[in-house]
């Protein structure tokens, strides 16, 4: 859930998890660095086109609190990189986590620091 999209409307906590919990499909991984990949906006993101080496970025808008899912439906791995400034679990700020192919990963913003990754099997 991205709750930047919404907080401060108004709306009730259900309502805005409803509006928050947007899909997007198809997507295209795009460069090979940080500030050249692909941001993903949506809650939950399928990644379909994996070029050797490309990757995404989590929202840069990510506040505590905030959720995203990608799944890699591509041909290769995946990085995925935090926010700018911002770490994936125990790798270092700014570092992209390999994401393998048919394989999704929960991702959730603890702090303006910190994002958690849970891996699916």
Known sequence: ML???VMGS???????T?????TATALSAAGTTQGTATELTAADSEITTVGS???VVLSSKLAPGDE?????????PL???PPSGMKINSLAANASM??????ACFYKCLSTTRVMAVLSA
């Open 18 to 22: 409803a509006v928050c919990s947007d």
């Open 3 to 5: 709750g930047w999209k």
């Open 10 to 16: 108004g709306m009730p906590g259900l309502t805005i």
């Open 53 to 55: 080496g490309s990757g």
């Open 68 to 76: 995203q899912t990608v799944y890699n439906a591509g041909a290769n």
């Open 79 to 81: 990085k995925v990189y």
């Open 98 to 103: 390999t994401l393998a192919t048919n394989t």
